[in-house]
């Protein structure tokens, strides 16, 4: 049985990637409408309701549902998103939207962001509903379009238009769940929490004149410059959150990350991709990312506009942040204005009936295991959900073959794969745990 899954979440998995929904960002991109057909034509005939909704043409997001008996009982999301960032083909050593399979693993844009559990979630649902799955809590499965640019279109939409459908009290989408080996056993870390995003314009201001005459001008630029400067040398305050210190405690990873006083010089001495994740996920970022200004070479500019992303921590309001970025310019703060987009760090308590369902669940597919909360320094559609008062976890399964080094770095990166024995485990997992919370 397993195996005939298997083979149709692999064979499932590559035509989602081979239709290529690449979302750019731009509102005609993504055209998700033909995952969404393909998961149409996939789950006909399983007796399961669908629906559909389409704020902008092409942008189809699919609802399936098993409806409950028992309207008290609570209601299991699974949530997949159908679209996927844009590839540079030059740095692929297949082509990204072949969906090519060789030796158990299946190549292609969305391989692991995050084509493979929307495949394994449609296929679960599929074969729970042939089975006639009569649960008392409702069973969702939403493949939404538009995550890849900010949810605009896709779970930001539903959850601000048609709260009522999509309203539920779990969700569960990426990402986590790869095998981290400890001496105590395999451990598995799973989504809890995501960092917020505060994107910040600021706009520097000068004085214009003919450059010819350089001496004492008010150079927009030159501020500018020195404001990016301070930018990047600021360092934030060190904050040790608790889903921060059960990850480390419970991965083993040394007690120094957990202690404010010696965080920092831990984290200069670790190989530069970990440091990088210790660092975000204890620490305010602030990244100069984008420079607009100037006229012409021979004008003074008056006005450079700069962009920074902020990346807040749980608890940060936007005060706090932009207080942060005044630090941080210090005595030139009277001479820049800020302009941001506050979208907070959001997260789910771990002491739900949800996390013990997983944590039962996955003891048995993965012997010895035990789950990990952790955070995310980016943003899943999951923050809309939890804002409207779901618990949310990001969470699947992977096999040994993918290590954690390689599942980080082919998020959004190149060579972008998953092998078949990871779409075996995760298909496994919404079965059991659809069974677990809903039946
Ligand atoms: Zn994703």
């Known amino acids: 049985m397993a195996d005939d899954l298997t083979n149709e979440a692999t064979a499932l998995l590559q035509d989602l990637i081979r239709n290529a929904c690449v979302n750019d960002g731009q509102v005609s991109s993504g055209e998700e409408v033909r995952n969404s057909d393909l998961l149409t034509s996939y789950l006909a005939g399983?007796?399961?309701?669908?629906?559909?909704?389409?704020?902008?043409?092409?942008?189809?997001?699919?609802?399936?549902?098993?409806?409950?008996?028992?309207?008290?009982?609570?209601?299991?999301?699974?949530?997949?998103?159908?679209?996927?960032?844009?590839?540079?083909?030059?740095?692929?050593?297949?082509?990204?939207?072949?969906?090519?399979?060789e030796d158990g693993m299946i190549w292609g844009r969305g391989a692991v962001d995050m084509l493979n559990l929307t495949s394994t979630m449609a296929v679960a649902f599929k074969q729970l509903a042939?089975?006639?799955?009569?649960?008392?809590?409702?069973?969702?499965?939403?493949?939404?379009?538009?995550?890849?640019?900010?949810?605009?279109?896709?779970?930001?939409?539903?959850?601000?238009?048609?709260?009522?459908?999509?309203?539920?009290?779990?969700?569960?989408?990426?990402?986590?769940?790869?095998?981290?080996?400890t001496k105590a056993g395999v451990r598995l870390p799973i989504m809890v929490e995501e960092k917020g995003t505060?994107?910040?314009?600021?706009?520097?201001?000068?004085?214009?004149?003919?450059?010819?005459?350089?001496?004492?001008?008010?150079?927009?630029?030159?501020?500018?410059?020195?404001?990016?400067?301070?930018?990047?040398?600021?360092?934030p305050e060190v904050e040790i959150g608790d889903t921060w210190r059960r990850y480390v405690q419970g991965l083993g990873l040394p007690d120094a990350l957990t202690d404010p006083e010696r965080i920092d010089e831990l984290i200069d001495s670790l190989p530069v991709g970990l440091g990088r994740i210790a660092h975000s996920c204890t620490h305010t970022t602030m990244a100069p990312t984008v420079v607009h200004g100037g006229t012409k070479t021979n004008i003074i500019p008056d006005r450079v506009d700069l962009q920074v992303d902020v990346r807040t921590l749980p608890g940060q309001g936007g005060e706090a942040a932009t207080a942060l970025l005044m630090d941080a310019i210090g005595d030139l703060a009277d001479r820049v204005e800020i302009t941001s987009n506050d979208d907070p760090s959001t997260s789910s308590p771990v002491d739900t009936p949800l996390w013990d369902s997983l944590s039962r669940v996955t003891a048995r597919l993965c012997e010895g295991s035990a789950l990990v909360p952790t955070v995310m320094t980016g943003g899943t559609d999951n923050r809309f959900f939890r804002r409207a008062g779901s618990v949310g976890y990001g969470f699947g399964l992977f096999s040994q073959r993918i290590r954690f080094e390689d599942y980080a770095k082919m998020f959004h990166g190149h060579d972008e794969r998953v092998d078949q024995e990871s779409l075996d485990l995760s298909t496994q997992l919404w079965l059991a745990l659809a069974e677990d919370v809903l039946a």
């Open 46 to 101: 399983s007796g399961a309701e669908l629906e559909y909704y389409e704020p902008q043409p092409g942008r189809r997001s699919l609802l399936a549902k098993i409806e409950g008996s028992d309207p008290t009982a609570p209601t299991l999301m699974l949530m997949g998103h159908t679209d996927v960032v844009p590839v540079n083909p030059d740095g692929w050593s297949r082509d990204p939207f072949g969906g090519e399979l």
């Open 130 to 181: 042939r089975r006639g799955f009569a649960p008392r809590g409702t069973l969702l499965f939403l493949a939404v379009a538009d995550e890849e640019a900010l949810g605009t279109w896709g779970a930001k939409y539903l959850v601000e238009h048609e709260l009522d459908t999509v309203r539920s009290d779990y969700v569960i989408t990426e990402s986590g769940g790869y095998q981290v080996p």
């Open 198 to 235: 505060f994107w910040s314009n600021i706009t520097v201001r000068g004085t214009p004149s003919h450059a010819s005459q350089a001496y004492k001008t008010d150079n927009a630029l030159v501020t500018a410059a020195e404001v990016v400067r301070r930018i990047a040398e600021y360092r």
